[in-house]
């Protein structure tokens, strides 16, 4: 359900569209019933230490630039957990016995940020950390449900925005190279076959076909296979002559 | 029972973590002479730099060390794709967000010497239950592993079958493999299955104090 919108991160990925990063993450929240997305990202500093060196989110202008005034990077849980955490975290973990963390906490709770926050921390191979942050107001139980549906989309749609955010600085991405495992398996997979039947066709496991569509999948900046085979010929990555 | 130990709450298991890297130390140079570094009686390398996730088997009454293993997510720096590369053919790279490797599991070889009669199978099995349930928890749709003939044993005893992929290969002594997981409820139901584990393996977890 998270791939409503997403489609648009893709594209600016690969440099097809220079919609604004802020208006797709209103539009992905909005489509999926969530209330805000965040994306912070932080590079190591010679010191050691990591710092913000970009942020795209959102929160009401008024609490960035409470923000950013009071210096509340320095303060926020949700930045001093992210840096450590591998595990995607929910806000509710954090405990508030630190008197600066309650205060924020509080001050934060009148801007409307949402009643629910989840995390998600991405390491690249770069140095870089982001963290990804998800906030909803559903209740309690729903938000549960929210969580456990849609993890695995929700770390997809993690990188997806990491890549996203990365790429004024980064050079054009060139074409997109597959493997010949890679490939085969996105050209039967156009074909409209299963997993099962490509496994058969390419005397393969049924586990490995689902590893090649999954980071042929990654590869190509896509939130799910349909998504990834619509690009993959549409960027000419398989030819369009070879699903007919 | 399971501790799941990553950067935010590494503070509050350093015994547990003292205890892991001594057991792998034991475990990887000693008994199998592997090449790794051992320094100051730990086995450490660069990817416990790399945040790691370490899934860390305790005694459930007196929190003893039993065994342990190491995750990494494969958009970072993992064993498979820079270490061990040459497994896969033609250049192939397993990276995806939703896939993570494991890495350095072993257990106290202390395990099954009279004071716990099931021994170091348990602790396997809770760590492959414990996977499991993490793989759900973070949204994973894949475990890759680097293993080696022993430990290929161990997991088809469990009837944990991986998806050999690329060329088997002989590394010192032994032959080595890199193999893909399946997981979801259906691979974790036959785990627990197999090892009469009933409910979740996971500790109870820790509130970590959130600090400026």
Known sequence: ?244 | MIRLIDGTNSDMFKEELDAMFRNRALTFHDRLGWDVVVRDGYERDGFDDAHPLYLVSVDPETNEYRGSLRLLPTIGPNMLRDVFPFLLPNGEIVESATIWESSRICANSMLGDGRNPKGANVVFGELLAGIGEVAILAGLTQIVSVFDARIFKLLRAAGCNPTVIGKPQRIGETMSYAGLFETGEGPLRRIRDTFGIAETVIGPRLRTPAFA
Request: charged share 25%; proline share 3%.
């Open chain 1, 1 to 244: 359900m998270i791939t409503n919108g997403s489609i648009q991160l893709t594209e600016k990925i690969l440099g097809v569209n220079d919609v604004d990063l802020v208006h797709v993450l209103k539009q992905i929240a909005l489509a999926n019933d969530l209330k805000h997305i965040a994306h912070l990202r932080f590079v190591p500093k010679k010191s050691n230490e990591l710092s913000l060196l970009t942020s795209t989110v959102t929160y009401p202008i008024e609490w960035q630039h409470r923000y950013f005034e009071r210096q509340y990077v320095l303060v926020d849980p949700v930045v001093s957990h992210g840096l450590r955490a591998t595990l995607p975290f929910d806000w509710s973990d954090f405990a508030t016995d630190d008197l600066q963390v309650h205060e924020f906490l509080k001050d934060a709770s009148r801007f409307g940020l949402g009643s629910n926050g989840l995390s998600i921390p991405i390491r690249a191979r770069d140095g870089s950390v982001s963290i990804v942050s998800f906030t909803s107001d559903h209740s309690h139980v729903d938000w549960e449900l929210f969580k456990r549906e849609n993890m695995r989309e929700l770390q997809i749609l993690s990188v997806l925005l990491d890549a996203a955010a990365k790429m004024p600085q980064a050079l054009r991405i060139g074409r997109t190279l597959l493997s010949q495992r890679e490939e085969q398996c996105l050209i039967w997979a156009a074909r409209g076959k299963t997993y099962e039947d490509i496994a058969e066709i390419l005397e393969i496991s049924y586990g490995s076909v689902k590893r090649y569509l999954d980071t042929a999948r990654h590869k190509l900046n896509c939130i799910n296979l349909t998504h990834a085979v619509a690009v993959a010929i549409a960027t000419g990555v398989i030819p369009a002559t070879s699903v007919r």
